[in-house]
């Protein structure tokens, strides 16, 4: 049984992970593509609406996904009960929404919004029909199914923004590229699914699920809003230009946080439920998955702070060197986020509701502060804001996760300073090698300077015989 559990572990992260690679280089393309044919201001408007659809869908769902992956058997009558609840929130919200976009157009004196705020909008009846059988996928460790269902709608809506932005429909295009995904998605899992909404609505079973569902609910709205609230402060106090700024460095950011974030998470939280009950299991996945986590995310983030300049000249061209500095100060929040995620899906397993909601009060306390006193200041103060926030979570997240996963903070410490220390090596390499190929070719350069900081990483782990290499390298042979 354990090791089915841990094959089907390992082989769930490998394809959530090739997938999720894929989808971030595709998206990493489309994104360098549709940045060069619009204008900041267009992401500006995108990114005030973006910061509700993306809030309202965390609303439709409830918590009650994760509860049902939680459950030990849930019934078709819990399935189809949660399907009903998420289609008639999500048409609630919906007309909600549209009859208030005109005071949102009014407010930030863009009566764009009130025109996009209808189409935009749809995504949240048409992500609801997506919870329920994602949910049963996740829940039967089909992650390569999964993987190849949002590998193929990223693609369909690249193709889709990349086309619209060409004929010059401007902010239509991220319109566009949004409901693509989301459309396509939908229609990739109810035909791959075997759900087809059996079973009864039943108010007693939502009502049995809703302690535990409406505190992870509260807890993910508390945590969304005060990692992207500034934006709407930005869009209002400064401009949208500034936002649009901002907003790109933050979404070449979490390309990869996102990407590493999603790959553990989906496929971890459901093996993490199984062996919540077999303690020495369960502190030792903990420290596995962490150590996998940080050694990924680490080398990338940092890795990107130190070509960021040559990175945006390169690729964005010079009208987007406004956001470099958003860009390198947003990337060192993006080194603890995935890694605290990892310790609050043990807090989501072995916890319970009232701790985890306790939790984030006092998170949540800590970080009004700080939005308080950065968003009148500067973006820059914002951003430093950030990586004040972010660090905050992860160790208040990590130092909580402990009782719950029989350990001690120095295990946890041991396993992830080793990670710390070579990429700190790894930046100091690339930052020399930069130094002295200043007179190179631009392109040359950076190749030259990614190439030391994947030599230096990958040589130290061999040297030093790290554990997580010998993970990641079986995950690698798994997706071969």
């Known amino acids: 049984m354990a090791t089915q559990l841990r094959d089907k572990v390992t082989t769930g992260v490998a394809w959530s992970v090739a997938e999720k690679l894929g989808s971030m280089l595709m998206q990493m393309v489309v994104s360098i593509v549709v940045a060069r044919l619009l204008m900041p201001e267009d992401f500006g408007v995108m990114a005030i609406l973006t910061f509700f659809t993306a809030l309202l869908v965390v609303v439709v769902d409830s918590g009650f996904s994760q509860t049902l992956i939680r459950k ?207 303690k020495q299991k369960f502190a030792d996945s903990y420290l596995r998955v962490l150590a996998i986590t940080a050694a990924v995310i680490a080398p990338i983030m940092v890795g990107m702070v130190a070509v960021a300049e040559d990175m945006f000249s390169l690729l964005l061209g010079e009208r987007w060197m406004p956001t470099v500095p958003y860009f390198k100060i947003l990337s060192l929040s993006g080194l603890f986020y995935p890694i605290s995620m990892i310790a609050y899906n043990v807090l989501k397993v072995a916890g319970n509701g009232g701790v985890i909601l306790r939790l984030e009060i006092i998170k949540k306390s800590i970080m009004t502060a700080i939005l308080a006193l950065t968003i009148p200041h500067s973006v820059v103060a914002i951003a430093w804001g950030m990586v004040v926030m972010s660090t905050v979570e992860f160790v208040l997240n990590a130092l909580c996760s402990l009782r719950f996963a029989n350990l001690r903070a120095l295990e946890l410490f041991r396993t992830l300073i080793p990670i710390a220390l070579l990429t700190t090596v790894m930046y100091l390499a690339v930052r020399v090698v930069g130094y002295y190929c200043a007179d190179m070719q631009l392109f040359a350069r950076f190749v030259v300077q990614v190439a030391t900081g994947a030599g230096v990483y990958v040589a130290g782990a061999l040297i030093f015989r790290m554990k997580f290499l010998k993970d990641i390298l079986q995950s690698i042979r798994r997706i071969i």
């Open 72 to 278: 030990t058997e849930p019934t078709q009558s819990d399935y189809k009960s949660v399907f009903v609840f998420n289609i008639s929130v999500s048409l609630l919200l919906y007309g909600i929404m549209v009859a208030l976009s005109p005071v949102a157009a009014s407010y930030y004196n863009l009566p764009i919004i009130s025109r996009i705020a209808p189409v935009l909008f749809l995504l949240l009846p048409v992500n609801a029909l997506c919870v329920i059988q994602n949910t049963i996928l996740a829940r039967q460790f089909r992650f390569a199914t999964i993987s190849r269902i949002n590998f193929t709608s990223s693609a369909v809506a690249g193709v889709m923004a990349i086309a619209m932005a060409w004929c010059g429909c401007g902010v239509w295009s991220l319109v566009g590229q949004r409901l693509a995904q989301i459309a396509s998605k939908a229609v990739l899992l109810w035909w791959h699914g075997s759900w087809r909404c059996e079973g009864e609505v039943s108010r007693k079973a939502l009502v049995a699920m809703a302690p535990l569902s409406l505190s992870l609910m509260g807890t993910d709205i508390i945590s969304y809003l005060y990692n992207n609230i500034s934006q709407l402060f930005i869009g209002k106090i400064y401009s949208t230009t500034t936002l649009g700024y901002y907003n790109q460095a933050q979404k070449l950011k979490e390309l990869p946080v996102t990407s590493v974030v999603q790959s553990f998470q989906s496929v971890t939280y459901p093996a993490l439920a199984s062996v919540k009950d077999d």
